[in-house]
């Protein structure tokens, strides 16, 4: 492909080393895309509140597309551009489903700000202390669902996915980051690449313009979108089999050696 306009990463397992941390190599084909006038936008499950600190170390303080598509945040300004929540009655709904097909199954709801945790829900972030509130139920806090969390240690992810995506029937987008135990669930038709394709719209640039990498099922639309989607080394096997195109691992810098090869001329 030509140079692309849009540089689309996802962070965890794609863009960030397994430490959480940007290696000075993909940094610097950061900033070799951005000097040959890409807009590098990441496109993540992670909340707006985690991106600040990931955006310094990448050298990149820009657009983020965050919670699976639910958000669009200016990182620079610190501000929520859009966002699009599940509307109360039906995460009732999805949530009474989800405990009827999944005895013990436990819920948290990122509110596009925070974390509301209902009694079950046991898993933690490392830094989401300050964030993280108790309610008694998450469709009554009267905030809004931007992304609902459903965690069942006791259950295959994999199992836990079909099960789920049966229940709801329709009513939601369910997918996964590859946390064992742990669905994430967005409003109908809210996706990292319908968001990634509005954005890209509105700048005037269209799916051949844009390369994408990723590593979870919940980044197999952004690859399929991309004129050239890149799956890493250390994809989650349902990508693995779905895309054609790969690139090394996390921890082999594989968007940085990418990104050599697109931008080095």
């Known amino acids: 492909m030509n140079s692309p306009r849009i540089v689309a990463t996802?962070?965890?397992g794609t863009l960030l080393r397994s430490d959480g941390t940007v290696?000075?190599?993909?940094?610097?084909?950061?900033?070799?895309?951005?000097?040959a006038g890409a807009e590098v936008v990441f496109v993540t499950a992670r909340p707006p509140r985690s991106m600040a600190p990931i955006a310094r170390q990448a050298g990149e303080l820009g657009t983020a597309v965050c919670s699976n598509g639910a958000i669009v945040y200016d990182v620079t300004a610190d501000e929520i551009v859009t966002m699009e929540a599940i509307e109360p009655a039906s995460a009732r709904k999805i949530l009474d489903a989800l405990t009827e097909a999944l005895p013990g199954i436990a819920f948290a709801a990122e509110?596009?700000?925070?974390?509301?945790?209902?009694?079950?829900?046991?898993?933690?972030?490392?830094?989401?202390?300050?964030?993280?509130?108790g309610v008694p139920d998450v469709c009554a806090a009267g905030e809004p669902i931007v992304k609902l969390l459903a965690w069942s240690p006791e259950h295959?992810?994999?199992?836990?996915?079909?099960?789920?995506?049966?229940?709801?029937?329709?009513?939601?987008?369910?997918?996964?980051?590859?946390?064992?135990?742990?669905?994430?669930?967005?409003?109908?038709?809210?996706?990292?690449?319908?968001?990634?394709?509005?954005?890209?719209?509105r700048l005037g640039?269209?799916?051949?313009?844009?390369?994408?990498f990723g590593d979870m099922p919940n980044d197999l639309a952004v690859l399929a979108f991309?004129?050239?989607?890149?799956?890493?080394?250390?994809?989650?096997?349902?990508?693995l089999q779905a895309v054609e195109r790969r690139t090394l691992s996390n921890d082999e810098d594989g968007v940085a050696v990418v990104l050599e090869r697109l931008f080095t001329r």
Do not use: W
């Not at 509110?111 to 079950?120: A, D, E, K, N, S």
């Open 10 to 12: 996802d962070l965890d």
């Open 23 to 35: 290696s000075p190599r993909t940094r610097e084909a950061l900033r070799l895309a951005r000097r």
């Open 111 to 133: 509110t596009g700000r925070g974390v509301l945790c209902q009694p079950g829900y046991g898993r933690t972030h490392p830094g989401d202390e300050l964030y993280r509130r």
């Open 156 to 201: 295959p992810l994999d199992d836990l996915f079909t099960a789920a995506v049966a229940a709801v029937e329709g009513q939601a987008e369910v997918t996964h980051s590859g946390v064992p135990g742990l669905l994430e669930i967005s409003a109908p038709g809210v996706t990292k690449a319908g968001t990634l394709a509005g954005f890209c719209e």
């Open 205 to 212: 640039a269209g799916p051949a313009d844009v390369v994408a």
């Open 226 to 239: 991309a004129g050239a989607g890149y799956a890493m080394a250390n994809s989650h096997h349902l990508v």
